[in-house]
């Protein structure tokens, strides 16, 4: 069995057959709680939460690539899917070479990416998605309190003015939100993000399990 590390080498060679990564999308509008049901799942032997948002604030604002995701997420705008998609292949690549992420027994769970339709096109060749779950909140202005409590609590810049948060909510409703078309319906689960957070992971839990 040969695994694509991302960057598309083969890894830890047992045969010839390139496997994708098992995969779930946690999917929903800024402030649905991807987040907090990524570190949840990610939280259970067998499975790997990978946060792409994470990924860029742990970046050294220093770097070109650290500067691209400053001047596009204080915009509200996506980071482009070139740099984007390079850098989270290379941080799996790594999860996998340091054995962190270990995809024959594994499960990815990845929020935030892929974030387009483009990004979901580019991933093809590495991830199997077998879900989506997508938290769904018809009510923005529920959304945009949560974004303002978390811009205190965690300091993102992003969430802190009025404006920046109408656009992200933009930009999920013209560009992320098509992913969903792109996976189709028959692998999209709704789930009610209103919901506590434990009937939320409850919901995905019980999916999974019916569907492994
Ligand atoms: P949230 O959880 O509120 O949706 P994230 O922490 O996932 O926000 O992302 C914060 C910002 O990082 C985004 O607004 C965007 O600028 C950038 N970003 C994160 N993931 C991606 C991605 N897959 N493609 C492009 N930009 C991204």
């Given amino acids: 069995m040969l695994w694509v590390d991302g960057l598309g080498r083969g890894r830890s060679g047992f045969g010839d057959i390139c496997m994708k990564y098992r995969t779930?999308?946690?999917?929903?509008?800024?402030?649905a709680g991807k987040g907090t049901q990524g570190k949840i799942?990610?939280?259970i032997p067998r499975f790997f939460h990978c946060a792409c948002g994470d990924?860029?604030?742990?970046l050294d604002t220093r770097t070109p690539v650290g500067q691209a995701f400053l001047e596009y997420s204080s915009r509200g705008?996506?980071?482009?899917?070139?740099?984007?998609?390079?850098?989270?292949?290379?941080v799996i690549g790594d999860m996998v070479g340091l054995h962190k992420f270990k995809p024959d027994i594994d499960a990815l769970v990845l929020d935030g990416i892929p974030r387009n339709r483009e990004?979901?096109?580019?991933?093809?060749?590495?991830?199997?998605?077998?879900?989506?779950f997508h938290l769904t909140c018809p009510d923005r202005e529920a959304l945009i309190t949560?974004?303002?409590?978390?811009?205190?609590?965690?300091?993102?810049?992003?969430?802190?003015n009025d404006e920046v948060i109408r656009k992200r909510l933009t930009t999920y409703e013209n560009e992320?939100?098509?992913v969903l078309e792109y996976y189709g319906e028959s692998k999209v689960c709704h789930i009610d993000a209103t919901q506590a957070p434990v009937a939320v992971a409850h919901?995905?839990?019980?999916?999974?399990l019916a569907n492994p």
């Fill in 41 to 43: 799942l990610g939280a």
């Fill in 146 to 160: 949560r974004l303002k409590k978390r811009a205190v609590k965690e300091n993102r810049f992003d969430d802190a």
């Fill in 24 to 31: 779930y999308l946690i999917f929903g509008a800024p402030g």
């Fill in 176 to 178: 992320s939100k098509p």
């Fill in 119 to 132: 990004q979901a096109e580019i991933m093809t060749n590495v991830i199997d998605v077998r879900r989506v």
């Fill in 203 to 208: 919901q995905i839990l019980s999916e999974i």
């Fill in 55 to 58: 990924v860029f604030r742990s």
């Fill in 77 to 90: 705008q996506l980071v482009p899917d070139e740099i984007t998609v390079k850098l989270w292949m290379a």
